[in-house]
Every structure is written in C-alpha cells, then in structure tokens.
C-alpha cells in the first residue's frame, strides 16, 4: 500500500514539474499578452507588462523592472531615442544566439536553442527579436528563473549574468525600492534645504582642494545655520552612512537614475534613519555642521554648510558631476510651490 501511494506521489510530482515547464517554455502571447498591448505609453502600462509577464515564470516583477532601470541609465540618451521599444536590456550577440552558433545574428528559435542560446520566443511570432520588447523581457526572466525567486537566488543570478558585485548591489537596491512603492513613477526631487531657513549657496564644483592630498571639489557647498535640517533630494536606497575623514558625518542615498547623491559634514542623522533604507524627497536624513578633515568627531574646521555631491555609477566606477544645476532647478521649484 505505501509502495503504491509513494508510486502515486511520484507520478503527481513529474506531472507538476511537466506542466511547469510547459507553461515556461509557451510564447506570452498564449497568456494574453500581445504586441498590440505590449507598446506601454505610460509607466501603468509598462508596469503591467512587467507584471505581466513575472507572473508566467512567478518572479517578483521589480527584478524585471530594477535590471531593466539599470540598463537604461549605462545607455546614453541618444541610444535610447533611437531605440524601437521600451526595454533598455540588451543581452550580448553570442550570449542570445549562442556562443558556437555560425549566424551571431539568429533569430530562430530552434537553433538558438539548438546552441544553447539564452533568446525566446515571448510574443509567438516564432521568432527570438532581441530588439522586440516582449522577447527580451521573456528572456531575462526566463534566465532569472533558472535560479528561482529568493532574493538569494536574483543576486546569484545577476552576479553570474553581470560578473561585477557593484551592478548586483545597484540592480538589487533598485528592486527594494520598486517593492516598496510598487509603481515605476519615482523620479520626484526636492531641495536639500527647506524654504523657510537661511542657506546660500554658489557654484563651487571643481574648484581646488588642498586637506588630504591635491584634489578638486566635487560638490557644492551650502550654507546654513548649525542643526538646519537636510532633506532627501530624491526617493533612494540609503547606501552608506557614518563616518568619512573627508567628509564628517555623511550619507549617500543612490536614486533609480543610478545618481549617487552624497551629503556631507553633517551635525548628526536623524534617528531614524539606518543603512539599507528606502528614503523619499524631502524626507530628513539629518542637520547641517561642520564635522570632518580628521578622525570621527572632528569638528568646526569651517564653517557649518553641507556639501551635497552627485555621482553616477559606470562600469569604471563613480564619478562625479556639478549638481549645481539641478539645485538650481529644485529650488526654483520649491520656491514656485509656495507661491501656490
């Protein structure tokens, strides 16, 4: 008798795992997701599409969304007007045909197949189009779920796909935050300092620094009473914080344009802000104050200000860049939404 029911058990367990893989390996479009409705022209419908298709291969669809962010902001502006679709994601000739496939170029996916090539078929055209946005999601998240859905499993995944610990931080920050909000419209900013203190400010980026070696200013300095608040510019994932010999007490939140923004000299956090959480514009991370250019608790070797910086991420790492424009901008923003 148990021999049988562990016989049955067998059989129901292969039957699962056939239908399972049949449902992977079947075009979208036998879901009920076409061409026709797969062209989003606002972020509901490109989130619909990313749900649309996680839930064929039962991931969370933020990993869809988070690396198809990431590769948007390491393509340049005019790549991506040039660009047919939506997606961002490109996947490496030789990775979606197949890496001893004669024709780098293929597009069948049988012989795709046949070399083992990562590019599918999502839409049921019968052809595997890395330029077609439906296939490319369907790709990457046919590869994801090779894994599984664990957050475990996604950074394994990505660090075998991308090769670089830094990209798997980034692309997995950028999930949380999507998780968090479930919604892709997260690009609102504020300036750093509310409207009703003191502060000025000019522009100051590049200009020479001499504490701790040769080197230029990589932000710019604002000045504002001791303890003035300092306000999230952005909606991010808090990366660091703590103590820097440069910068004193600093945080740096990494927003979903993959801009690192850096805030430095501070008096102290506000308490309950802890590494690893998720922050929105205008949102208190702590006081302006004059610490830095020394061991942790060093200060007033100048004035109280902050020293806020953006960086962006490239395979070569982090630069810096003037965000003295866009202080400008949010600031005249803050200014025109108190008029209202």
Known sequence: MKKKQSYTIRIMIRLCLLIILFMQSTPLISHGVNQASAQPTTWEDRLYLYQQISQVFQLPWSYLAAIDQFERTMRKPDELQKSAGFVAIQFPAHL????????????NPGTIGFYTGIGR?????EIADPNDDVDLLYTMASYLSQYGWMKDDFRLALWRYYQNEKIVEIITEFAVIYDKYQRLDLFDNQF?????????????????????GRRIHEGTDIFAGYGTPIRSTCYGYVESMGWNRFGGWRIGVRDLNNHYHYFAHLSGFNKEIKEGQIVEPGEILGYVGSSGYG??????????????GIYKYTMKGEWSFDPYPHLRKWERQMFQKKKR
């Not at 078929?121 to 055209?125: C, I």
């Not at 061991?295 to 806020?308: D, E, I, R, S, V």
């Open 295 to 308: 061991k942790p608790g060093t200060q007033g070797k100048f004035p109280p200000h902050l020293h806020y």
């Open 192 to 212: 750093p300092i509310p409207a009703h203190f003191n502060y000025s400010y000019k522009n100051t980026w590049g200009a020479p620094r001499g504490w701790g």
């Open 96 to 107: 979606w045909s197949g890496i001893l496939n004669p024709n780098p170029n293929d597009t």
């Open 121 to 125: 078929d999502g839409s049921g055209d």
